[in-house]
């Protein structure tokens, strides 16, 4: 993408603190979470982590009902303003549109990138190839637990070769594919800042979490505005990169 026209530098607001601080469950690996944790991020108020292990149950449907993460808890439970909610997309309207929550609409809605779509679709065999056998090899608090890393694997199937060892085996294979779709992405984002042209929006959310789970993959090749464009996310929402851990 390109323009003559540069939109305004994000300027993330003032710290926010409340009373009470928001609370959030999530896993450290789902992008869905990691969307909410941008958010978070970005709009710069403090908050709880509070990561549940990948096969518990009845934590999150004491909750909300059912075994799903993110969760987000406002206030405390049995006083007014309690609020308990799930769905990443409403999660970031609630927190976006509340003023007690600092300056509103932060984040610009999506912009309809067709080609970034495209091409986190064309990657998404890659990705699970590549990157669910890191997942449960990596220390991450959700599979801290033999029971929990055997639940991923059970409940998220890849297509034959199925079995998480042989996919891995194969990172040497796959590796120069999923670099090949990585030096296509440069071209896709607009600057550093933000990925699309108008500045920081839901596109940023949605791409920002999906690259951080390839930060687990050693030997990958991350482009310059790619890497720049991470590297800012990080530094801007406080979310630290999973490189160290790479396999």
């Known amino acids: 993408m390109a323009s003559s026209t540069m939109p305004a530098l994000f300027e993330q607001p003032p710290?926010?603190?409340?009373?009470?601080?928001?609370?959030?469950?999530l896993y450290a690996h789902c992008p869905f979470c990691v969307r909410v944790q941008t958010a978070l991020g970005l709009k710069n108020i403090k908050h709880e982590l509070v990561f549940l292990a990948n096969d518990d149950v009845a934590t999150p449907t004491a909750l909300v009902g059912k075994k799903v993460v993110p969760i987000l808890e406002i206030g405390r439970?049995?006083?007014?303003?309690?609020?308990?909610?799930?769905?990443?997309?409403?999660?970031i309207k609630r927190i976006d549109e509340d003023p007690a929550f600092g300056p509103t609409n932060l984040i610009k809605p999506a912009t309809g990138r067709q080609d970034i779509?495209?091409?986190?679709?064309?990657?998404?065999?890659?990705?699970?190839?590549?990157?669910?056998p890191r997942y449960v090899r990596v220390p991450l608090p959700e599979f801290f637990f033999a029971e929990a890393r055997a639940a991923y694997i059970r409940n998220h199937a890849i297509p034959e070769p199925g079995d998480y060892d042989t996919n891995f085996?194969?990172?040497?294979e796959l590796l120069?594919?999923?670099?090949?779709l990585m030096a296509k992405l440069?071209?896709?984002?607009?600057?550093?800042?933000?990925?699309?042209e108008g500045g920081v929006s839901m596109d940023d959310l949605v791409l920002f979490s999906r690259l951080r789970s390839l930060e687990l993959l050693k030997g990958a090749v991350w482009p310059p505005k790619v890497k720049a464009y991470m590297d800012h996310f990080h530094q801007l929402t406080d979310i630290p990169s999973f490189a160290p851990m790479a396999l």
């Open 176 to 180: 120069p594919q999923m670099n090949a």
């Open 15 to 25: 710290r926010v603190v409340p009373d009470v601080l928001p609370r959030l469950y």
């Open 186 to 196: 440069d071209a896709l984002v607009f600057c550093e800042q933000h990925c699309s």
């Open 117 to 132: 779509d495209a091409w986190i679709k064309e990657s998404k065999e890659l990705n699970r190839r590549l990157i669910s």
């Open 169 to 172: 085996a194969m990172s040497a």
């Open 77 to 91: 439970p049995g006083q007014p303003g309690h609020e308990l909610m799930n769905e990443s997309l409403d999660i």
